[in-house]
């Protein structure tokens, strides 16, 4: 028997559907199963999914792909040759990708149609948001719902966190290192790399271990004492973030890779909605979130804002954290892992307001 999933998503999409790849590997021991992912994520699968089995396209591609009828013709070929007996699609793959599905010849297609029903008629099943539950929990329903009607038993009722074992390298926790992320896609998304940069060298002059990891949108102009952290690969960036007391960033892919591996953190939502959360270890977990703001989430879950429609006072959600503030959540998480602060220290001291 043979299944083919479709999860062409950025880092930070498929590391929250990861626990569904890990599933479906465990629960249909004896299936092929094919996996048609984002070049750059390869590594998230590697303990499950062989390189055989897998088709790298970039999310782009995939979405444009009926601009290329000769590269969409490949992927057919590839998808017929797998002859699947179903097809899973996670929830916001694109119309070209539902056409992959339809013409593949698999009995069985489920995903979500997500208000899209007219271009994606291809679904024998559709698995549609609730409106309360996370992306992690609504990805899992999909596969609970894969393996009902393959007849192959039952699956918990929640989803387990990823298993990044094969990258972590059996990484241990340092008391005080504190791992600093200042990156995300979208401008609109980040917390301001020179706020960040202040707190990274307070932390560091609390005493704390700083790694700043090193990203192309936030150019490091880093204080005494704080790290430059290059992780070129996945597996580099899980260690360090497995190793960590505390990571501090956006709503990010490593956001995601650093909740996966249990690590606490505190986040910077911004626009994000709250489907969009860490889905697991929450007691360990503080987002930073303006429900005050009307405007808040912009973001949708089948739509990404383009701008900030906050014209009044442009990126509030982010911009209304100061540093001291964040600087105390980050504090109040870390605990006994929190050293002293050394007599030398011009940190201010943590106000409790976070």
Not at 149 to 160: F, I, N, Q, T, Y
Not at 209 to 225: C, I, K, R
Request: a positive charge.
């Amino acid at each position: 028997m043979n299944l083919v999933i479709f999860k062409t998503n950025a880092l930070g999409d498929s590391v929250v559907f990861l626990p569904v790849v890990q599933a479906l590997r465990r629960r249909l021991p004896s299936w092929q199963i094919a996996l048609v992912a984002y070049p750059p994520v390869r590594e998230l699968y590697a303990a499950d999914i062989s390189d055989d089995d897998l088709l790298l396209v970039p999310a782009d591609e995939m979405r444009t792909g009926w601009r290329r009828p000769a590269r969409v013709a490949r992927w057919v070929r590839w998808l017929r040759r797998r002859r699947p007996d179903a097809v899973l699609l996670s929830y916001d793959q694109s119309t070209v990708a539902h056409l992959l599905a339809r013409l593949s010849g698999a009995p069985l297609r489920l995903g979500a149609q997500l208000d899209l029903g007219w271009r994606r008629g291809g679904l024998t099943h559709a698995v549609e948001w609730d409106g309360r539950s996370s992306v992690a929990d609504w990805h899992w329903s999909m596969a609970c719902r894969l393996v009902r009607e393959l007849g192959a038993g039952e699956l918990p009722l929640a989803p387990p966190p990823p298993d990044l074992a094969h990258l972590a390298g059996g990484a241990a926790r340092v008391s005080g290192r504190v791992v600093i992320h200042p990156g995300s896609k979208r401008e609109m998304t980040r917390w301001p790399a020179a706020r960040y940069a202040e707190l990274a060298g307070q932390l560091a002059r609390a005493g704390c271990e700083v790694h700043w990891v090193d990203v192309a949108e936030a150019p490091p102009s880093l204080a005494p004492g704080v790290r430059l952290a290059r992780t070129p690969t996945l597996r580099e960036l899980v260690a360090l973030l497995a190793s960590a007391s505390l990571f501090v960033g956006n709503n990010s892919g490593p956001m995601h890779l650093a909740n996966a591996v249990a690590t606490p953190m505190v986040v910077l939502a911004g626009p994000q909605p709250g489907a969009w959360d860490p889905a697991w270890h929450r007691d360990r977990v503080r987002v930073l979130r303006r429900p005050e703001l009307p405007c808040q989430p912009c973001d949708q879950l089948a739509r990404l804002a383009p701008a900030c429609a906050n014209r009044r006072e442009p990126l509030a959600c982010l911009l209304r954290w100061d540093v001291d503030r964040v600087r105390a959540a980050c504090l109040e998480l870390l605990g006994p892992a929190a050293p002293a602060p050394r007599a030398d220290s011009t940190a201010p001291a943590n106000d409790g307001t976070a």
